[in-house]
């Protein structure tokens, strides 16, 4: 036996497939983006009316967090295409699932691809998607110090979205506090404080989807 | 689960390093874990252990984990001090604004083979 050196991070071998995948994507012009968020914090019920918000853009979900049929029928019912993908009892999406996803489904004929990956706010922030844009939810129902929690999560997002600030009235969350810690955080973050309930601050969202899909397939 | 999936990404790993390097069988994996990584090295362990007969090169590969310590530097008074005791307020200052410096890794730092040849 002799000892061999690596001195290589675990997802070293994920990353490399993610790149691919990006390039791939890329050249396809279609936009992936993955949310990420604790179970429970609205991902299906922003990616409803997203979906309602968008009529022009055709849009497909991928489903990997749990409950994921009852997600999918949920988006289908809407007129968007969807997939559940299987995650085999992992916490996380990796590169290679998000592939087999999408290879799956067939994304030809669609300008926005979007994954809900697993509701967990550890391991997806550790493992590339692939994802052109990476966004995280974040309820108000959490609380603002989540932030100091889950540093990686806010570090590796493009967006955050505060989600249900419908209930602000019954929580004690602070939004100026929160947003302060998510930009120390990443100083490059877009916050979009919104209620897919009420509809309130969902064209902020709404815009930045469209703006993101106009510049992923300019220079592709 | 968590641990779950990073065994699978070691062993994909591996699995490349065993051809790259034309490996026939690994007889120990030395990892690095960060003391803050959120891996539960008995749980790790278990995992590996039934994983590892899906991939005929680890078959009988023993795990070895080494823990990193964590480390959190402050911004405001510029000194280093133990994640794992104090938390995210710095002892010396009580400022808020500190980072993580080491203690999230998750590497692999070695293995013991035997190749062709
Ligand atoms: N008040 C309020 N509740 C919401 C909002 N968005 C989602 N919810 C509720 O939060 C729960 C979880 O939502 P869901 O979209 O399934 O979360 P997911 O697990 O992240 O997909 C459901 O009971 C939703 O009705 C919102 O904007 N306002
Ligand atoms: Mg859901
Ligand atoms: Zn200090």
Redesign the pocket.
């Known amino acids: 036996m002799k000892v061999i050196e690596l001195h290589k991070s675990v997802t070293d071998s994920n990353d490399r497939d993610a790149d691919r995948l990006r390039a791939e994507m890329k050249e396809a012009g279609v936009l992936l983006i993955n949310i990420m ?12 009316s997203t979906i309602k918000g968008m009529p022009e853009t055709r849009i497909a979900v991928l489903e990997a ?3 994921s049929a009852v ?1 999918a029928e949920k988006i289908e019912s809407l007129g968007a295409k969807a997939v559940q993908v299987h995650t085999d009892g992992m916490c996380h999406m990796d590169a290679g699932m998000t592939r087999a996803g999408l290879e799956g489904m067939g994304f030809e004929d669609v300008d926005l691809a979007v994954l ?1 990956n697993v ?1 967990n706010l550890i391991c997806p922030a550790e493992f590339d998607t692939g994802a052109g844009k990476n966004v995280m ?1 974040l ?1 108000i129902t959490e609380g603002d110090d989540k932030p100091l929690k889950y540093p990686l999560m806010f570090e590796t997002s493009d967006a955050l979205v505060i ?5 602000l009235p019954y929580f004690n969350f602070d939004m100026e506090k929160c947003m302060e810690r998510a930009r120390r955080l990443n100083p490059d973050i877009q916050i979009f404080p ?5 509809g309130e601050g969902m064209d902020a969202w709404i815009s930045w989807l469209h703006e993101e899909i106009n510049r992923w397939r300019e220079n592709s | 689960m968590h641990e779950l999936g990073i065994v699978t990404h070691v062993a994909k790993t591996l699995d490349e390093v065993a051809e790259e390097n034309k490996i026939t069988r690994i007889g120990s994996v030395t990892l690095q874990i960060g003391e803050v990584s959120g891996i539960i090295n008995d749980y790790f362990v278990d995992c590996w252990d039934y994983f590892k007969k899906k991939h005929p090169v680890l078959a009988d590969a023993e795990m070895k984990i080494e823990i990193i310590p964590a480390v959190t530097y402050c911004e405001d008074c510029r000194s280093e001090y133990e994640t794992v005791k104090y938390g995210k307020i710095c002892p010396h200052c009580h400022s808020e604004r500190t980072w993580l410096l080491r203690g999230n890794e998750c590497t692999i730092k070695e293995i013991e083979a035997e190749t062709q040849e």
């Open positions: 968020s604790s179970p429970g914090s609205g991902k299906t019920t922003l990616l409803s967090d749990i409950d997600d809900e509701g939810i309820s989600s249900k600030i419908d209930a919104l209620s897919a309930k009420t």
